[in-house]
């Protein structure tokens, strides 16, 4: 391993999406060398492309993933393809290379039917496809990387590129004087720059021993409704919180179930030796002041 962590060559897999373009983000303002791949660059389910690609790096970012909650309901093997088997793929290739993995996971792996934050230890038990899928793609890096495997979970993601919930609140802010937004659905509200540099910071403690491998969860810290989460953004951006009515679950059926609760807790980081993410309406006051949300705003750029 290298003196200087900072020294070795990190890469981004799925660097198209909103995640992997702030992980690119974080690691250039870090001062790391990083090379970020798309879906179109690197088929994570391609033993070969994906050897040659971790060859020669010191930290993979996993950003690599399907996303579609909804579609994985019926196509459940697709998803698993990039979801599980694509990871395993990764993770084997990192093992072979002796490149530490920072695999990007998700709170739907969980049961969703707890009252207080899950551990990282909790029992899995995921209540739909595409949890299922996201599941088997933890067991992979852990029964691979036991040493060098760092499984991070993360939900509630916003961002400033791509469509994300916060996005769409302040967009409809202009189409329509009301909004009703589900209030039985508890989480963590994450900017996904905030969580990019938790994975930088993270990725730096691997390199430098300090930072065991196995589960960190990802999430701002407290926690709040989706509801919560609209009317705090509306406040932010100086519009009338009481624009956003609560209705329930039920009004807004998916093919997908939703965990009811998904509120992780964070004591792993101090294992690593560094502090938890912040708050969520911090995160969300940092965020919001971004070209790309000021935009939709149109209220004076603060950065």
Not at 115 to 134: C, F, I, L, M, W
Not at 284 to 290: F, G, H, K, S, V
Request: with cysteine; aromatic share 6%; net charge negative.
């Amino acid at each position: 391993m290298s003196a200087n962590p900072r020294a070795g060559r990190w890469l981004a897999t799925g660097a198209a999406g909103m995640l992997g373009q702030d992980v690119l983000a974080a690691l250039k303002d870090a001062g790391i060398e990083a090379a970020g791949l798309r879906r179109a660059d690197l088929d994570i389910t391609d033993p070969a492309a994906v050897r040659a690609a971790v060859e020669g790096v010191a930290v993979v970012v996993n950003c690599a993933a399907w996303t579609d909650v909804d579609g994985a309901e019926t196509a459940e093997e697709a998803a698993t393809a990039v979801n599980g088997t694509g990871v395993r793929v990764l993770a084997g290739a990192c093992a072979d290379a002796g490149a530490r993995l920072l695999h990007v996971s998700t709170d739907y792996v969980l049961p969703g039917n707890a009252t207080q934050p899950y551990a990282e230890d909790a029992e899995t038990g995921p209540v739909n496809a595409y949890g299922r899928s996201k599941l088997v793609g933890e067991q992979a890096v852990a029964e691979l990387l036991p040493q060098d495997g760092y499984i991070v979970r993360t939900a509630w993601l916003y961002g400033e590129h791509g469509a994300n919930f916060v996005a769409t609140m302040l967009k409809l802010a202009a189409q329509r004087d009301t909004l009703d937004v589900v209030d039985d659905q508890h989480g963590q509200p994450t900017w996904s720059y905030a969580l990019a540099r938790h994975l930088v910071g993270l990725g730096l403690a691997a390199l430098a021993g300090t930072a065991p491998a196995g589960v960190y969860h990802g999430t701002a810290s407290g926690r709040t409704t989706w509801m919560g989460l609209a009317r705090e953004a509306y406040r932010l951006g100086g519009l009338d919180p009481e624009r956003i009515r609560p209705t329930t679950s039920e009004a807004f059926v998916r093919p997908a179930v939703r965990p009811a609760f998904s509120v992780l807790g964070h004591d792993r980081w101090s294992a690593a030796g560094m502090e938890p993410p912040a708050d969520w309406q911090a995160q969300l006051a940092e965020a919001i002041i971004r070209p790309a949300f000021t935009e939709l705003l149109k209220f004076p750029s603060k950065s």
